[in-house]
């Protein structure tokens, strides 16, 4: 699977952004998809993760009821809408796809390119 993320940009705290993933290659609705996120000097995080049809999500702590990850398997294409933005959420963030559920990156075989996201005070 290739994944092609975009939506990324500035946006002031307390603002949202949402970001999409086009996915093209193999069959999208077979995957797990996910949300990763790396800021300066850190390793990678989970963000969020879904099923097939998102059924069943999980998101990190911190994200918790401010983002929500969602996907149109009819468009190959998944989203990461991110309200009540925070500074700490600064950081770029990645699409990737697994075959299996899981929040470790190590577990995810295809990944986007990357798209920033700043979230200025």
């Known amino acids: 699977v290739q994944l092609q993320a975009s939506g990324g940009g500035l946006v002031q705290a307390g603002g949202s952004l949402r970001l999409s993933c086009e996915a093209s290659g193999r069959t999208f609705s077979n995957y797990v998809v996910g949300w990763f996120r790396q800021a300066p000097g850190k390793e990678r995080e989970f963000v969020a993760r879904?099923?097939?049809?998102?059924?069943?999500?999980l998101y990190r702590d911190s994200v918790q009821g401010r983002f929500t990850v969602s996907r149109d398997n009819a468009k190959n294409t998944m989203f990461l809408q991110m309200n009540s933005l925070k500074p700490e959420d600064t950081a770029v963030y990645y699409c990737?796809?697994?075959?299996?559920?899981?929040?470790?990156?190590?577990?995810?075989?295809?990944w986007g390119q990357g798209t920033q996201v700043t979230v200025s005070s």
């Open positions: 990737a796809t697994s075959l299996v559920l899981s929040s470790r990156p190590e577990s995810y075989d295809s």
């Open positions: 879904c099923t097939w049809n998102c059924g069943n999500t």
